[in-house]
């Protein structure tokens, strides 16, 4: 019923900034917590980025705290995630996921996934 589309990867030198965006219809946007995880190649996917269906509550892993920004728009039905002092190790698939409830950062909690967008970052 909730489809996401994730848009707005690419190739971006170390240090630099994109921004990702996920679109999701179906469903009532507004309710649902939000999060971003991402794979690497040969890797788990992992944690980045989560938000509460209000939007006031966010949480990141050690990983990207202070470098990146999960916001939503639940006029728009769409969630971002702001992307700066990319590194190398940033390089990976990123992926949208949607659940219904408080957000949370375990995989298996997200019943709705986007297809991903690569996000690759050269040194």
């Known amino acids: 019923q909730v489809q996401l589309v994730e848009s707005g990867g690419g190739l971006v030198q170390a240090g630099g900034s994109l921004r990702l965006s996920c679109a999701a219809s179906?469903?009532?946007?507004?309710?649902?917590?939000m999060g971003w995880f991402r794979q690497a190649p040969g890797k788990e996917r992992e944690f980045v980025a989560t938000?509460?269906?209000?939007?006031?509550?966010?949480y990141y892993p050690d990983s990207v705290k202070g470098r990146f920004t999960i916001s939503r728009d639940n006029a728009k039905n769409t969630v971002y995630l702001q992307m700066n002092s990319l590194k190398p190790e940033d390089t990976a698939v990123y992926y949208c996921?949607?659940?219904?409830?408080?957000?949370?950062?375990?995989?298996?909690?997200?019943?709705?996934w986007g297809q991903g967008t690569q996000v690759t970052v050269s040194s």
């Open positions: 996921a949607a659940r219904q409830g408080v957000p949370t950062t375990t995989r298996g909690a997200y019943s709705y």
């Open positions: 938000i509460s269906a209000s939007g006031h509550t966010t």
């Open positions: 179906g469903g009532t946007f507004s309710t649902y917590a």
